[in-house]
């Protein structure tokens, strides 16, 4: 078992040009992804941009801070999964009765 283990490491040995390739691109295909849902985000332009330096400057902290933010309420993917939207629509404001 602790040779299983050993292989999960990282030392120098195993630690080339085509790992470091690799992590990087998948770095910048997540601060990518990152930047893009910032800006879908209905932020402010100085919010926006403070965001967008924080994730890029900040690398890991930047973007643990921002998930939070990430997970908003309107998202598509997230709309249908609660369970009062799955047994009824919600009436828009315009169809309230008025008194």
């Not at 691109?25 to 990518?32: K, M, N, Q």
């Not at 924080?54 to 369970?83: H, N, Q």
Request: charged fraction near 15%; charge should be positive.
């Amino acid at each position: 078992m602790s040779e299983l283990l050993n292989g999960f490491g990282f030392s120098y040995a195993k630690w080339d040009a085509t790992i470091a390739v690799c992590a990087l691109g998948l770095w910048a295909v997540v601060v990518a992804c990152a930047i893009l849902s910032i800006r879908a985000q209905s932020f402010g332009p100085i919010r926006r941009r403070f965001w967008i330096a924080a994730v890029i400057l900040v690398p890991i902290v930047g973007l643990f801070a921002y998930l939070p933010f990430s997970l908003r309420s309107e998202a598509p993917s997230l709309r249908g999964w609660t369970k009062h939207n799955r047994l009824a629509p919600r009436p828009s404001p315009s169809d309230a009765p008025v008194t």
